[in-house]
């Protein structure tokens, strides 16, 4: 596609559900980056996967969390027995190369647990 | 480690006046560098770039940045601010490879503009 394209772009979740929030990168990146942002605050780094190495798992806050990516493609980022502090604005970003180079963000899954 | 640092965390301008965002980075290489903003319930937009040459850069929506290497800076420039300037304003720097992938990016400047 043109863009990064994330869905759902809003999501409300009872406290203890599971959620998946999906991210379609753009057409041949092969990076992968998922952020959270909390209201007011700025960009929490959660997971990274660049082709076809193993991601980079160290921002996730929790063993609740877990992502996933098949190939190049669409990413899913799962948060299992959600809380109440899991309410954020999750962002997918993608990127052509390995190396140095501008990331393409999507607008964001806004995330409310209640 | 690689790190930027943006020291202001939310700063207030009147319309019409200049603006200078801070931006500092910690990286042992040639840095590439990027500012993007955030407007209210949207994703991030990339506003400029620095890979290599000139080292002041413009970018979209009348802003520009200048590289000091000597300085570790990257700061935010726009002559004359407008009200739909508003937003969040993100520093990062791009590397090869890192503890948090190719991209660290700085906590944020919120921008506010008084009319």
């Known amino acids: 596609g043109a863009g990064v394209s994330q869905s759902p772009s809003n999501k409300v979740t009872e406290k203890g559900k599971d959620v998946e929030l999906r991210c379609d990168p753009i057409?041949?990146?092969?990076?992968l980056y998922w952020y959270r942002q909390r209201l007011g605050q700025g960009l929490e780094f959660l997971i990274y996967?660049?082709?076809?190495?193993?991601?980079?798992k160290s921002g996730l806050p929790s063993d609740r969390f877990s992502a996933e990516r098949t190939g190049e493609s669409v990413s899913t980022l799962t948060i299992q027995r959600t809380q109440q502090e899991d309410s954020a604005v999750y962002l997918c970003?993608?990127?052509?190369?390995?190396?140095?180079?501008?990331?393409?963000f999507g607008q964001g899954t806004r995330l409310t647990v209640v | 480690a690689q790190s930027v640092t943006q020291p202001d965390i939310h700063i207030t301008v009147s319309e019409g006046a200049s603006l200078e965002l801070r931006c500092n980075y910690s990286?042992?290489?040639?840095?590439?560098l990027f500012w993007y903003v955030q407007s209210p319930g949207q994703g991030l937009q990339l506003l400029l770039k620095?890979?290599?040459?000139?080292?002041l850069v413009q970018g979209i929506k009348g802003f520009e940045a200048e590289f000091k290497r000597s300085q570790s800076s990257f700061n935010l420039r726009k002559p004359s601010v407008h009200w739909s300037d508003a937003a969040e304003y993100f520093c990062?720097?791009?590397?090869?490879?890192?503890?948090?992938?190719?991209?660290?990016f700085g906590k944020g400047t919120k921008l506010s503009v008084k009319p």
């Open positions: 057409s041949g990146h092969t990076a």
């Open positions: 990286y042992g290489a040639t840095p590439y």
């Open positions: 996967f660049q082709g076809n190495s193993a991601p980079d």
């Open positions: 990062a720097v791009a590397t090869w490879g890192g503890s948090q992938g190719n991209l660290i």
């Open positions: 620095y890979f290599s040459g000139d080292t």
């Open positions: 970003a993608s990127s052509l190369v390995v190396g140095p180079t501008e990331a393409f």
